[in-house]
């Protein structure tokens, strides 16, 4: 694996010659395999979409809900006959790639995706396909981290999916014909869609890849009808600069050349457009007040900070926007002007947490790259407190240099884009983290026109060990209430239940039940490929199912597959 990363790190990328037009176009150039054969998809409804957090019989939600918790209420597989948890089937995708789908289960139709945009809709109580739809890449497509697809979204009678090659996609959830198109964005530039989007209120958000190739990142919404763009945040504002912090929300100084960055933005002005700031994940909704939560990516060039002066707004931030207008209304940096890679790429989650004085209070939590769970205040983005470290802390804030300066975590984390899952009974959140030493490697390079642009490289370090662990962290505290270590460095996401479990997987096949309250292993299965996606679980028939994709991993390139796993207790 380190050879890999002596290449740019697992970053995939594949370039053709010439651009696909903007603007929405026809389903001609797509192709759709098979027919309907269980009747009608009922309506995904706004109400059923508002009130799925107490759905046992769905999965709506990349993450659960709107507010992104992953905690799924049904009780009927719990800690006690987890035992008799078994395989009901298995259904095998034409791709064998890597797999970071969310299943999105609605009233016994399950849709899942493949790495380069394939659907399918599945009986969910039998794995027999329905329908298979292959997107039709245009000529380009720029990407990082592997043809990752994360899944779609679930809303009226159609499924909606953001592609490799920057586009939005609308699907006939009961046939899985194309209905429309629109481009987001021009991927000769560097954009890019591996992220489920959101639907709410008529309109469908996404964001945007690209943080490795100097785009100016941005969240969009568009009317879920018709494709129409209705509104924008850029975010990289076009006074990026700040307050030029000196220390990260932990309080440690990042060693930053103050004088040299305001002489640099003097020379050459505010790096705005080719700022980077891409948004990977599904942002959390705040039905109450409107507002829309994220969290942004990295700074472009990754490493090389000197042609970037400022804090670099609103990179490695919590934003939060108007949910009708995309208007700011507040942000929290973690790490300005990051020279690190440690971008903020696991969703947010809303929930109640205690404030400083011990009062309950409307609150989001995220999982960090530094190995960390912020918890911040919703109504004004405010830090409330940030967890125990989940992983070593060493040497941070090193500054990369030309020959290589260790540091941990690396560049992967702690929580990489793992979605995190809460229990909001026991006040626990539960995160998947990375123990990865890596060397930081600085370079000169000038902005290389929508081409990568890492401005160096960070290295595994190959006599060192690597691993992971499984961290549940008591977010009204901050402190750790347990932590299992686990054989390879853990990147994926974890599903919460309310019988009492969490379910995660891991590189190396292995598909494992904890109990939520003490950590314990409760139950596990060997999958015949990586299993590196967020779980997720349904009711049909009667039985309540876990269903996982086994695929893999580019980014820590763990063995690839092509299966979707359900399981169901043994009666």
Request: charged fraction near 20%; aromatic fraction near 10%.
């Amino acid at each position: 694996m380190s050879s890999k990363f002596e290449k740019n790190l697992f970053l995939n990328l594949l370039i053709a010659t010439s651009m696909a037009l903007f603007g929405v176009s026809s389903a001609h150039s797509q192709e759709v395999e098979g027919g309907t054969l269980y009747g009608d998809m009922l309506t995904v409804t706004q109400d059923m979409l508002d009130h799925a957090a107490g759905d046992s019989n769905n999965f709506l939600h990349t993450n659960g809900n709107y507010k992104q918790t992953r905690y799924y209420p049904g009780r009927q597989i719990n800690v006690g006959n987890v035992d008799r948890l078994k395989r009901a089937w298995t259904f095998e995708t034409e791709i064998v790639e890597s797999l970071e789908t969310t299943p999105i289960v609605v009233n016994g139709t399950m849709y899942i995706t493949t790495s380069f945009n394939h659907v399918y809709a599945l009986n969910a109580e039998t794995g027999k396909q329905i329908w298979h739809f292959k997107h039709k890449m245009g000529p380009i497509t720029t990407y990082c981290c592997g043809p990752n697809n994360r899944g779609v979204f679930p809303y009226g009678d159609r499924l909606y999916m953001g592609t490799l090659d920057a586009k939005l996609v609308a699907l006939d959830a009961k046939t899985g014909a194309l209905e429309w198109e629109v481009q987001i964005a021009d991927p000769e530039l560097g954009y890019s869609e591996t992220m489920a989007p959101t639907a709410v209120d008529g309109k469908i958000l996404i964001g945007t890849n690209g943080g490795e190739y100097g785009i100016r990142g941005f969240v969009k919404a568009y009317d879920a009808n018709s494709g129409k763009l209705l509104w924008t945040f850029n975010t990289t504002p076009e006074k990026s600069v700040g307050v030029w912090a000196t220390k990260d929300a932990t309080g440690r100084d990042m060693l930053r050349d103050i004088k040299a960055e305001k002489a640099a933005l003097k020379k050459l002005g505010d790096p705005y457009k080719t700022l980077g700031g891409g948004v990977w994940q599904n942002m959390a909704i705040d039905r109450d007040s409107g507002t829309v939560y994220f969290v942004v990516g990295n700074p472009s060039p990754d490493l090389y900070g000197a042609i970037r002066p400022g804090d670099n707004l609103y990179t490695n931030s919590l934003v939060a926007v108007d949910l009708d207008t995309g208007d700011y209304k507040c942000h929290f940096q973690y790490i300005a002007h990051d020279v690190w890679d440690l971008d903020a790429v696991s969703p947010p989650i809303l929930t109640t947490v205690s404030d400083k004085r011990g009062n309950s209070v409307k609150g989001v939590l995220h999982g960090g790259k530094t190995g960390y769970v912020y918890v911040h205040r919703a109504d004004d983005c405010s830090l409330i407190r940030f967890s125990e470290p989940m992983v070593s802390q060493e040497n941070r804030w090193v500054l990369p240099t030309t020959t290589g300066a260790r540091m941990l975590p690396g560049a992967n984390g702690g929580v990489e884009w793992s979605p995190m899952a809460i229990d909001p009974n026991l006040n626990l959140a539960y995160a998947i983290n990375l123990h990865q030493p890596m060397t930081y490697h600085v370079e000169e390079t000038p902005y290389p026109g929508g081409k990568l642009w890492l401005g160096g490289a960070f290295k595994v370090i190959p006599s060192e060990q690597q691993w992971g662990n499984i961290t549940a962290v008591d977010y009204n505290t901050g402190r750790i209430k347990w932590k299992v270590k686990t054989q390879q460095p853990m990147i994926g996401g974890i599903l919460a239940t309310g019988g009492g479990l969490v379910f995660t997987g891991e590189g190396n096949g292995w598909f494992r039940a904890y109990d939520s309250a003490s950590g314990e292993l409760m139950w596990q299965y060997k999958a015949s490929a990586g299993v590196n996606a967020p779980p997720a679980s349904f009711n049909v028939g009667g039985s309540q199912y876990i269903v996982v994709g086994a695929g893999g991993n580019v980014q820590l390139d763990f063995k690839r597959g092509n299966q979707i796993l359900a399981f169901k207790l043994d009666r």
